[in-house]
């Protein structure tokens, strides 16, 4: 997550308007400073060293102004300690912060001494000290509280989290989270509510895992889904650190493989950032390891465990950069010359070695350039006796390239040949809509339907994966729901899911060796005469609209496949009564990215979408989810199959 601490631009405006209403008599003067000191404001965000130049001329200029001299100066050395605070150069920094805390002392200037003892705050957060930098934000929350100035405690109480954090108080790092998080609520400042949600989220996550259940996991699923919300483009940081608590929630709950798929999203998009010391990359290496342990898959559990070392070794790094700046704030400046003197001598020697590297570079060069034309004019020769089998291996690729896309196409129209036809269901409901969306040319998605005596069974399934793999996945599959309802003839619908996961597995294993693959499905037996369904479901819910309410009916959070915690199959009776709708879907239109922000559609806002066009026909219903899909993806590559089905009684 994001740090943002920029005191410099908070207090001075803050100072702005208190001196302008204490009626001094110098507008065009204390105009042109604070002119001046927004100037050493932007050279400070720049990290500009010009700054030290100009600050010294303000200096000069503002003598000739008694009644600005002491706070135009304090206000210039508060911008030069907060400029060595993001050079990261602390002990210079605390230096100045403690002398101009004794000149604002004297002039009671309380504002700036709040602002400088945050700034200091900061400071001991950043090397470790966290128990220090709580102390510190206390005080400063204690203030802006008891001077109204809510965004400033929020600030403060966003911070004291973070530091309990660390510290591993775990409730009064929620308590802190809270307070700030109401603040930013109010304020609706998107900026910061995922960080202040984070934090929330983070600590109630480790209390559960440590056995104390102080809020249930689905509390904490909706202060996440309230947190990915507010995600913009501001949020550099926020959206990765989310998708690693969606990770973590779905490991408490034993369900690895969405634990997996929200790491590896985590994953990829933190791998794009530069490591710092709040980098969470090494903690979500080591979920996706634990979470590819549990199911089985060896080979990326020990990837994972080995990137897992690596970051660990790499914020070791920080750690001792850390202990550095603390050593250097115990020692001061005592060591100040000695110091100086060795960076000289090691400046010589370091000059001296680049002139000797740079004279050994020279003569390497000509050697290798001597050598590297020989080779090249070797290579001529062989590229030019061998351009012609060169183009006919490309002739032979390009036709081997055909023949695999004709294999693909062909096995395209294999698996149409499986799916229902709209024949076939229209004739048993004849209000409905089918959306069929696959990534590739062939999917890891089908819909389904059978007849078993007077019952109709309907279903949507996600196989394993996508494309082909995916597709050779769902044939096993769809056989073994045809081979449960139309050879074995079973009718209850948990019944029919605990035969196909065992014809499944069956037919997945090699030699004994067990796989992992399966499908996540909603399946649903009606019977057309009396309107009576049931329901049994693998991970996929189903979705009843009657009237203006959507009422969720949950499935068996496992797959159907290997698992490690195999149970029987749970079914539901609904009577159904005319003019419902009933939905049946895979994962791929909500966890979908795009809309201005590229964040995922996720399944709150599915529901709100479904709901919203459900009291229209349902061929109108499918041209409206179809545009809503594609305007919502825009430029987007499409995540993974999609499958949607909607039938009205």
């Given at each position: 997550?994001?740090?943002?601490?920029?005191?410099?631009?908070?207090?001075?405006?803050?100072?702005?308007?208190?001196?302008?209403?204490?009626?001094?008599?110098?507008?065009?003067?204390?105009?042109?400073?604070?002119?001046?000191?927004?100037?050493?404001?932007?050279?400070?965000?720049?990290?500009?060293?010009?700054?030290?130049?100009?600050?010294?001329?303000v200096?000069?200029?503002?003598?000739?102004?008694?009644?600005?001299?002491?706070?135009?100066?304090?206000?210039?050395?508060?911008?030069?300690?907060n400029?060595?605070?993001?050079?990261?150069?602390?002990?210079?920094?605390?230096?100045?912060?403690?002398?101009?805390?004794?000149?604002?002392?004297?002039?009671?200037?309380?504002?700036?001494?709040?602002?400088?003892?945050?700034?200091?705050?900061?400071?001991?957060?950043?090397?470790?000290?966290?128990?220090?930098s709580?102390?510190?934000?206390?005080?400063?929350?204690?203030?802006?509280?008891?001077?109204?100035?809510?965004?400033?405690?929020?600030?403060?109480?966003?911070?004291?989290?973070?530091?309990?954090?660390?510290?591993?108080?775990?409730?009064?790092?929620?308590?802190?989270?809270?307070?700030?998080?109401?603040?930013?609520?109010?304020?609706?400042?998107?900026?910061?509510?995922?960080?202040?949600?984070?934090?929330?989220?983070?600590?109630?996550?480790?209390?559960?895992?440590?056995?104390?259940?102080?809020?249930?996991?689905?509390?904490?699923?909706?202060?996440?889904?309230?947190?990915?919300?507010?995600?913009?483009?501001?949020s550099?940081?926020?959206?990765?650190?989310?998708?690693?608590?969606?990770?973590?929630?779905?490991?408490?709950?034993?369900?690895?493989?969405h634990?997996?798929?929200s790491?590896?999203?985590?994953?990829?998009?933190?791998?794009?950032?530069?490591?710092?010391?709040?980098?969470?990359?090494?903690?979500?290496?080591?979920?996706?390891?634990?979470?590819?342990?549990?199911?089985?898959?060896?080979?990326?559990?020990?990837?994972y465990?080995?990137?897992?070392?690596?970051?660990?070794?790499?914020?070791?790094?920080?750690?001792?950069?850390?202990?550095?700046?603390?050593?250097?704030?115990?020692l001061?400046?005592?060591?100040?010359?000695?110091?100086?003197k060795?960076?000289?001598?090691?400046?010589?020697?370091?000059?001296?070695?680049?002139?000797?590297?740079?004279?050994?570079?020279?003569?390497?060069?000509?050697?290798?350039?001597?050598?590297?034309?020989?080779?090249?004019?070797?290579?001529m020769?062989?590229?030019?006796?061998?351009?012609?089998?060169?183009?006919?291996?490309?002739?032979?690729?390009?036709?081997?390239?055909?023949?695999?896309?004709?294999?693909?196409?062909?096995?395209?129209?294999?698996?149409?040949?499986?799916?229902?036809?709209?024949?076939?269901?229209?004739?048993?409901?004849?209000?409905?809509?089918?959306?069929?969306?696959?990534?590739?040319?062939?999917?890891?998605?089908?819909?389904?339907?059978?007849?078993?005596?007077?019952?109709?069974?309907?279903?949507?399934?996600?196989?394993?994966g996508?494309?082909?793999?995916?597709?050779?996945?769902?044939?096993?599959?769809?056989?073994?729901?045809?081979?449960?309802?139309?050879?074995?003839?079973?009718?209850?619908?948990?019944?029919?899911?605990?035969?196909?996961?065992?014809?499944?597995?069956?037919?997945?294993?090699?030699?004994?060796?067990?796989?992992?693959d399966?499908?996540?499905?909603?399946?649903?037996?009606?019977?057309?005469?009396?309107?009576?369904l049931?329901?049994?479901?693998?991970?996929?819910?189903?979705?009843?609209?009657?009237?203006?309410?959507?009422?969720?009916?949950k499935?068996?959070?496992?797959?159907?496949?290997?698992?490690?915690?195999?149970?029987?199959?749970?079914?539901?009776?609904?009577?159904?009564?005319?003019?419902?709708?009933?939905?049946?879907?895979?994962?791929?239109?909500?966890?979908?990215?795009?809309?201005?922000?590229?964040?995922?559609?996720?399944?709150?806002?599915?529901?709100?979408?479904?709901?919203?066009?459900?009291?229209?026909?349902?061929?109108?219903?499918?041209?409206?989810?179809?545009?809503?899909?594609?305007?919502?993806?825009?430029?987007?590559?499409?995540?993974?199959?999609?499958?949607?089905?909607?039938?009205?009684?």
């Amino acid at each position: 997550m994001r740090t943002a601490f920029s005191p410099g631009r908070t207090v001075l405006c803050m100072l702005l308007i208190l001196w302008s209403i204490t009626g001094h008599s110098q507008e065009k003067d204390t105009s042109y400073f604070f002119n001046q000191l927004n100037e050493l404001i932007r050279y400070k965000n720049q990290s500009n060293d010009t700054l030290f130049v100009v600050a010294q001329r303000v200096k000069d200029e503002v003598n000739d102004s008694p009644e600005l001299k002491e706070y135009i100066g304090l206000r210039v050395d508060y911008i030069i300690a907060n400029h060595y605070y993001r050079k990261g150069q602390f002990a210079k920094s605390l230096a100045l912060y403690e002398s101009i805390k004794k000149r604002g002392e004297l002039i009671k200037d309380t504002l700036l001494l709040t602002n400088i003892m945050e700034s200091k705050a900061n400071i001991y957060q950043y090397i470790g000290d966290h128990q220090k930098s709580v102390n510190m934000f206390s005080q400063g929350l204690n203030y802006w509280i008891a001077s109204d100035k809510d965004k400033m405690a929020a600030r403060s109480a966003r911070n004291i989290s973070e530091s309990y954090l660390a510290l591993k108080n775990y409730e009064q790092s929620i308590l802190y989270a809270d307070t700030a998080l109401n603040i930013y609520l109010a304020k609706q400042d998107s900026n910061w509510i995922p960080e202040a949600f984070f934090h929330k989220i983070y600590a109630s996550i480790e209390l559960n895992k440590q056995g104390e259940t102080v809020y249930s996991l689905e509390k904490i699923e909706e202060w996440l889904d309230s947190a990915y919300n507010y995600i913009n483009h501001n949020s550099e940081g926020s959206f990765e650190g989310l998708k690693l608590l969606e990770g973590k929630i779905n490991e408490l709950q034993s369900n690895h493989k969405h634990a997996i798929k929200s790491c590896d999203t985590a994953y990829k998009s933190m791998s794009r950032y530069e490591m710092n010391t709040k980098s969470l990359i090494g903690e979500t290496c080591m979920c996706l390891a634990q979470s590819y342990d549990v199911i089985g898959e060896k080979d990326s559990a020990i990837k994972y465990l080995s990137l897992y070392k690596s970051y660990s070794d790499s914020l070791a790094l920080y750690d001792g950069d850390r202990l550095v700046y603390k050593l250097d704030l115990e020692l001061g400046y005592k060591n100040k010359q000695a110091k100086e003197k060795l960076k000289n001598e090691a400046r010589i020697k370091h000059e001296e070695a680049k002139r000797k590297a740079f004279l050994a570079r020279q003569r390497t060069y000509w050697v290798l350039g001597g050598l590297c034309g020989f080779i090249v004019l070797i290579a001529m020769v062989i590229i030019y006796r061998r351009s012609k089998r060169t183009k006919q291996v490309f002739l032979e690729l390009a036709e081997h390239n055909r023949d695999l896309m004709d294999s693909i196409n062909y096995a395209e129209r294999i698996q149409r040949s499986m799916l229902p036809v709209e024949k076939e269901f229209q004739t048993e409901f004849k209000d409905h809509f089918i959306l069929f969306k696959p990534k590739d040319v062939v999917a890891g998605d089908f819909y389904w339907m059978a007849h078993q005596g007077p019952y109709a069974f309907i279903a949507a399934a996600d196989c394993t994966g996508h494309g082909v793999p995916g597709a050779l996945v769902s044939l096993i599959c769809h056989e073994a729901l045809q081979q449960a309802t139309q050879d074995l003839g079973l009718t209850e619908t948990h019944a029919v899911l605990d035969k196909v996961r065992s014809l499944v597995k069956e037919r997945l294993s090699i030699s004994g060796e067990e796989i992992k693959d399966g499908m996540d499905i909603a399946l649903c037996r009606l019977n057309q005469e009396t309107n009576q369904l049931q329901f049994s479901g693998a991970y996929n819910p189903l979705w009843l609209i009657r009237g203006q309410e959507l009422k969720v009916y949950k499935a068996n959070r496992q797959p159907i496949g290997a698992y490690h915690d195999e149970k029987p199959f749970d079914s539901e009776d609904i009577q159904l009564q005319k003019g419902d709708k009933i939905y049946l879907f895979s994962d791929g239109f909500a966890d979908q990215f795009g809309g201005n922000n590229g964040k995922k559609l996720r399944t709150k806002n599915f529901k709100k979408l479904i709901l919203s066009h459900s009291q229209q026909k349902m061929t109108d219903q499918l041209e409206q989810y179809l545009s809503f899909f594609e305007n919502w993806k825009g430029d987007y590559e499409q995540l993974d199959d999609v499958c949607l089905l909607g039938i009205e009684i």
